[in-house]
């Protein structure tokens, strides 16, 4: 019998399960239309119970062909400034706001394409559910799309990027630029937006030493 569709996703229902049969159910998500511009749901990995959650935009051209987060420029991008920072990226679970690439095809390209709010929104209960069954002490925003996705549209990463906020959902969350603009910048420009996103994550593995799991008192 073929697998149902899931057209309305339950992020409490869903924290109930196991990470992977949560993975397995994003396969079947229709939420959106984006399932049907997508080759398949990007859903997130990485340990669970890491300690720190990074949330991307929506997977790009080479993330939708390998069906795994920021393996493409982007995700390099990532990987060398996590290991400037500190940060292995074995130790940290990666996902995006949005789980399907979107994109509009121009000449033989796949063109990203911003997802909107209806779209983030929908996409919304599989994020609660991977940060409710990883439970990590840090979620870190890349760009504005992952920022105000989990923090309102009034919240400006060029404002904000870099500082602690302590919402309901997170014990301590953090936003900095998205990779893709690192890669986007002008040529003189992009070496310092580079060291500026290592030092934003720098600032992320010191509060993840401070913030260890393992410390004593911790309870979650
Ligand atoms: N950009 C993102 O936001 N996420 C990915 O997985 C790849 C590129």
Not at 195 to 205: E, G, H, Q, T
Request: aromatic letters at 6%.
């Amino acid at each position: 019998m073929p697998a149902s569709p899931i057209a309305a996703p339950d992020a409490a229902a869903l924290a109930k399960l196991d990470l992977d049969r949560v993975r397995a159910l994003s396969k079947r998500c229709v939420a959106c239309p984006l399932y049907q511009l997508g080759t398949q749901t990007v859903f997130g990995e990485g340990p669970r119970g890491a300690r720190i959650l990074i949330v991307g935009e929506q997977p790009g051209d080479r993330e939708d062909l390998a069906g795994r987060p920021f393996v493409g420029p982007a995700g390099r991008l990532l990987d060398e400034a996590l290991v400037e920072a500190g940060i292995d990226r074995g130790e940290v679970y990666v996902t995006n706001a949005v789980k399907h690439f979107k994109w509009k095809p121009e000449g033989k390209r796949r063109l990203h394409q911003k997802p909107n709010a209806r779209e983030i929104a929908a996409c919304r209960p599989w994020l609660d559910a991977e940060m409710a069954l990883v439970a990590p002490d840090i979620v870190v925003a890349l760009g504005a799309t992952a920022a105000q996705a989990l923090m309102g549209a009034a919240f400006r990463v060029t404002k904000d990027r870099g500082r602690q906020f302590h919402p309901p959902w997170t014990r301590t969350f953090v936003a900095t630029v998205h990779p893709s603009s690192i890669l986007r910048a002008p040529p003189d420009r992009r070496d310092a937006e580079r060291r500026a996103f290592v030092a934003d994550l720098k600032r992320v593995a010191a509060l993840g030493k401070v913030t260890g799991k393992c410390a004593p008192g911790k309870s979650r």
